[in-house]
């Protein structure tokens, strides 16, 4: 191998690199659909959030109920990854909520009663995934939970 083969190497490599970089970024960027999860409905004993449709039921295990404090949210995924949050309003009870900030698509992380947005500071109820604080535009989806067992299942009960 020459010097210039391994330039050209070292040039295509870093090329990529680059492109790959932008790529990333760009899918972080500015779509406000970009990175939002279908919603569903239900949200185990609570009222499901108005708009939203119904789940198919799935059975899958989330989050262990007692990992979840009375009062307070924790981050999980759904049965397909996405990223949720699960809450436990009252002892017993679950809903759960996309993580998926409706303003830019970031993902929300739990604050004792709320769910807030690292990127733009939207602050949303982790019981209801009403909006408190904008910019975001509208109320995080529901994901269809429910207790079983003394698990938070994903899915209608």
């Not at 659909?33 to 059975?59: H, Q």
């Not at 009375?70 to 009252?90: E, H, L, M, R």
């Not at 809903?95 to 303003?103: D, K, L, N, P, R």
Request: aromatic residues 2%; hydrophobic residues 40%; positive net charge.
């Amino acid at each position: 191998m020459t010097d210039s083969d391994l330039s050209r190497r070292k040039m295509l490599a870093s090329t990529a690199v680059a492109v790959g970089g932008t790529a990333v970024l760009a899918a972080c960027g500015s779509s406000p659909t970009a990175g939002t999860a279908t919603p569903t409905a239900g949200s185990g004993t609570s009222a499901p959030a108005a708009g939203a449709t119904s789940a198919p039921a799935g059975g899958a295990v989330l989050a262990k109920l007692s990992d979840v404090p009375v009062g307070q949210a924790i981050s999980s995924k759904d049965d397909d990854g996405k990223p949720i949050c699960i809450a436990q309003p009252t002892a017993g009870t679950a809903v759960a909520f996309s993580a998926i900030c409706t303003h830019m698509g970031c993902t929300v992380a739990p604050a004792g009663k709320q769910l807030n947005c690292p990127c733009h500071g939207s602050q949303y109820d982790a019981f209801t995934g009403k909006v408190l604080a904008g910019p975001a535009p509208k109320p995080l989806p529901a994901v269809d939970v429910h207790v079983a067992g003394g698990n938070v299942v994903y899915g209608k009960s």
